[in-house]
């Protein structure tokens, strides 16, 4: 079974200092990582994914993360915050597999609460 | 980008009617599509599995009989809430992937009066 982890409920930072929040996952293989905001009463934005290549991902929004498969860690990062980043993020993991048979398990979120 | 459209995002119904949520593949065609629910404050859980000309696959604990997935097209799946009750009120997102990646709709908040 797949499991994603996401150890902080909510994250706190000041604006213009840099950010960070974490994933760590469980899943056999290497599988296709993301990262998705989302905004009040609104769907999910896809921010970045990581399918193979470079560990170092970037995203949108200025938006960047860094894959450890030693660690099975996709932490979310940004070196400068902005209030608007405020927002409930996901990271996501799906196995790799052909087609779209394959679903996708959630973390349980992080709010993300950049302070002016 | 592919594009997955969720109609309607909001819908307010009376308890005991039945309410349907449709997502539909834009741009691509979709042999297969999930429904996924996310309860306030908590992160998405994933219903079914809908399947393009078959029976839908149902994670467990999700009641099939009130949960009724159609996917009659590669294009379209529709989930019907049926009778539905205050509880039911939620957030539900559909998704589908025209390859490696994952669209999402932009989900539907429905609220049960």
């Given at each position: 079974?797949?499991?994603?982890?996401?150890?902080?409920?909510q994250?706190?930072?000041?604006?213009?200092?840099?950010?960070?929040?974490?994933?760590?996952?469980?899943?056999?293989?290497?599988?296709?990582?993301?990262?998705?905001?989302?905004?009040?009463?609104?769907?999910?934005?896809?921010?970045?994914?990581?399918?193979?290549?470079?560990?170092?991902?970037?995203?949108?929004?200025?938006?960047?993360a860094?894959?450890?498969?030693?660690q099975?860690?996709?932490?979310?990062?940004?070196?400068?915050?902005?209030?608007?980043?405020?927002?409930?993020?996901?990271?996501?993991v799906?196995?790799?597999?052909?087609?779209?048979?394959?679903k996708?398990?959630?973390?349980?979120?992080?709010?993300?609460?950049?302070?002016? | 980008?592919?594009?997955?459209?969720?109609?309607?995002?909001r819908?307010i119904?009376?308890?005991?009617?039945?309410?349907?949520?449709?997502?539909?593949?834009l741009?691509?065609?979709?042999?297969?599509?999930?429904?996924?629910?996310?309860?306030?404050?908590?992160?998405?859980?994933?219903?079914?599995t809908?399947?393009?000309?078959?029976?839908?696959?149902?994670?467990?604990?999700?009641?099939?009989?009130?949960?009724l997935?159609?996917?009659?097209?590669?294009t379209?799946?529709?989930?019907?809430?049926?009778?539905?009750?205050?509880e039911?009120?939620?957030f539900?997102?559909?998704?589908a992937?025209?390859?490696?990646?994952?669209?999402?709709?932009?989900?539907?908040?429905?609220?049960?009066?």
């Amino acid at each position: 079974a797949q499991s994603v982890a996401q150890p902080e409920d909510q994250v706190n930072v000041a604006e213009g200092n840099p950010l960070t929040v974490k994933c760590t996952y469980s899943v056999s293989g290497n599988p296709y990582l993301f990262w998705y905001v989302q905004y009040p009463n609104r769907g999910l934005q896809f921010l970045l994914k990581y399918i193979t290549g470079d560990n170092l991902v970037k995203g949108s929004y200025g938006f960047e993360a860094e894959f450890n498969k030693s660690q099975t860690s996709f932490h979310l990062k940004k070196p400068s915050a902005l209030v608007s980043d405020s927002a409930l993020y996901f990271c996501a993991v799906r196995p790799r597999g052909a087609g779209g048979y394959q679903k996708v398990t959630f973390g349980i979120g992080t709010k993300l609460q950049v302070i002016p | 980008g592919a594009v997955v459209s969720q109609h309607p995002s909001r819908v307010i119904c009376k308890s005991g009617t039945s309410v349907k949520i449709e997502c539909r593949s834009l741009d691509f065609q979709a042999t297969t599509m999930f429904w996924y629910r996310q309860f306030p404050k908590k992160s998405l859980m994933l219903m079914a599995t809908s399947n393009e000309g078959s029976k839908a696959t149902y994670e467990q604990g999700v009641e099939k009989d009130k949960f009724l997935i159609n996917h009659a097209s590669l294009t379209l799946s529709t989930l019907t809430v049926t009778s539905a009750h205050p509880e039911d009120s939620s957030f539900y997102i559909c998704s589908a992937s025209p390859g490696r990646e994952t669209f999402f709709g932009q989900g539907t908040r429905l609220t049960v009066v």
